[in-house]
C-alpha cells in the first residue's frame, strides 16, 4: 500500500523534502526523494512534524457521492412511496391490490417475483414506485446512515383495529425523515369499521385529515375488495405533484439497495433503486462495502432494461457479494477504482467494528486491577 513520494509528502505539507527525509531517518527509514512511501509511514512522519494526515483514495467517498447538481439540468421524476403500518392492518394486501388492478395485461410475463420494489403505471399516466420490504428495522436502518429513500408514506391502518404500536412508529419514522403521510384506512368492508374513529385517534398523533383542517390525505379503503385504491393513488399522484420532485437522468447514476441475496443460481442479486442519474448495462458500481459490473438488469417480471432512470427500482446481476439493505450506490469509471474504493471501505468497517473489543479489553484490565 504504498501511494505518496517523498516529494510529494513534503510538498503537501509545505516542507522541504531534505527535513522530511531527515526525520524519517531519525525514525530509521532511509528513503530517497522519489521513493513512494508506505502509507503507514507517511501518516507517522506527517504526525511528527505536526501533521494529522489520513488516507483518501483520489476517488475519495466525498468526490463520489457528492457532486453538485446543477439545477438547469433536474427533470421530473416519479415519486418513490413506501407502505407502512401495524402487522395485519394490509400492507401485503394494499400492495396485491394496487399491483393487480394496475399492472398493464401485456406485461404479465410467465411468474412475477418478489423483488423488494416494483413500479405501476396509473390510470392517469403516471408511474409510482413502490418499495415492498422496508419493514420498521429497515427503514431504521436506512435513515441512520442518512439515506432517504422514500417521498410518500402510506399508512395502512385497519378501520377496526386503530391505532397500534407500530401504527405509531411508523408515524414517528415518517416526521423525523420529513416525509409526507397518506393514511389508507383500511378493512372498511368489515361490519365493526369505524374510519371516524381511526381519524379521531390519529389526530392525537399530529396527523389530522385535510377536512378538519389539518394536512393529511386520508382515505377510506379495502385491500381486500379492491375499494377506493385508484382514489388513494391520485392521491399519491397529486402529492408527488405538488413535491416537484426532480433529479439529473444525464450523470452516473446513484441510488440505494432495496434488498440483495445470494441466489443459488444467478449469484449475488441485488434490487436497487436509481434515485439520480441513469444506471446501465456495463457500469461500474461501489455498494457499500461491495463492488461490480452492472451485467444485466431487470424489473420483478424478468423484463430486461438496459438503462434505469431515477426511480426506477431494478434488479442487477454482476455484483462481487450482495450489499446490505440500506447500502449505498454509485457508478465510478473504472472496474479498479471501484474495487479500491470498496476495498478501503471493508477495511475501514473491519477497523470499526475491532475498535470496541479492544475498549472492552482494556476495560477488562482495569477491572482485574
Ligand atoms: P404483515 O405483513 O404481517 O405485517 O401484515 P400486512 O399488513 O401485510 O397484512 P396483510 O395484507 O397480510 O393482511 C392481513 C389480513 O387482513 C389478511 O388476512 C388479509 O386478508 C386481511 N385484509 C387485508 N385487507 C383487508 C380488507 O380490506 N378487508 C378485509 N376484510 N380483510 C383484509
Ligand atoms: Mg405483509
Known amino acids: ?5 517523498v516529494k510529494d509528502l513534503s510538498e503537501k505539507m509545505k516542507l522541504k523534502v531534505g527535513d522530511v527525509i531527515k526525520k524519517l531517518m531519525s525514525m530509521g527509514t532511509l528513503v530517497t526523494i522519489n ?17 494529522d494526515a489520513k488516507l483518501v483514495s483520489i476517488y475519495s467517498e466525498e468526490k463520489v457521492e457528492n457532486k453538485i447538481e446543477d439545477p438547469a439540468k433536474l427533470k421530473p421524476r416519479s415519486p418513490v412511496v413506501t407502505i407502512m403500518g401495524h402487522v395485519d392492518h394490509g400492507k401485503t394486501s394494499l400492495l396485491d391490490a394496487i399491483r393487480s388492478s394496475n ?14 420494489a416494483y413500479r405501476v403505471l396509473t ?17 431504521t436502518a436506512m435513515r441512520s446512515r442518512g439515506a432517504q429513500v422514500t417521498d410518500v408514506v402510506i399508512l395502512v391502518v385497519s378501520a377496526t383495529d386503530g391505532v397500534m404500536p407500530q401504527t405509531i412508529e411508523a408515524i414517528n419514522h415518517a416526521k423525523a425523515a420529513n416525509v409526507p403521510v397518506i ?12 374510519p371516524q374513529k381511526i381519524r379521531q385517534e390519529l389526530s392525537n398523533y399530529g396527523l389530522v385529515p385535510e377536512d378538519w383542517g389539518g394536512e393529511n390525505i386520508m382515505i377510506d379503503i379495502s385491500a381486500k375488495k379492491r375499494l377506493h385504491i385508484d382514489s388513494l393513488l391520485e392521491m399519491v399522484l397529486l402529492k408527488a405533484e405538488m413535491m416537484e420532485l426532480k433529479a439529473n437522468p444525464d450523470r452516473s447514476a446513484e441510488g440505494i439497495v432495496v434488498e440483495a441475496k445470494l441466489d443459488p443460481r444467478k449469484g449475488p442479486v441485488a434490487t436497487l433503486l436509481v434515485q439520480t442519474g441513469t444506471l446501465k448495462i456495463g457500469d461500474n458500481l461501489v455498494i457499500g462495502t ?12 424478468g423484463k430486461r432494461f438496459t438503462e434505469a432512470v431515477p426511480s426506477t427500482p431494478v434488479e442487477v446481476l454482476g455484483i462481487n457479494e450482495p450489499p446490505q439493505a440500506g447500502d449505498k450506490f454509485v457508478v465510478v469509471s473504472h472496474e479498479s477504482h471501484a474495487r479500491e474504493i470498496a476495498q478501503s471501505r471493508k477495511e475501514k468497517a473491519k477497523a470499526a467494528s475491532l475498535k470496541p473489543r479492544h475498549h472492552l479489553s482494556l476495560l477488562d484490565i482495569s477491572a482485574g486491577n
Open 123 to 139: 390510470q392517469t399516466g403516471g408511474y409510482v414506485t413502490f418499495l415492498d420490504t422496508p419493514g420498521h428495522e429497515a427503514f
Open 1 to 5: 500500500n504504498e501511494l505518496v513520494t
Open 35 to 51: 521513493q513512494r512511501l508506505d502509507t503507514d509511514i507517511a501518516i507517522l512522519v506527517a504526525s511528527e512534524l505536526g501533521y
Open 183 to 194: 393514511v389508507a384506512v383500511n378493512k372498511i368492508d368489515l361490519p365493526g369499521a369505524d
Open 290 to 301: 461491495t463492488y461490480g459490473k452492472v451485467r444485466a438488469m431487470s424489473d420483478e417480471h
Open 103 to 116: 399492472v398493464a395485461g401485456g406485461e404479465h410475463g410467465g411468474i412475477t417475483q418478489h423483488i423488494g
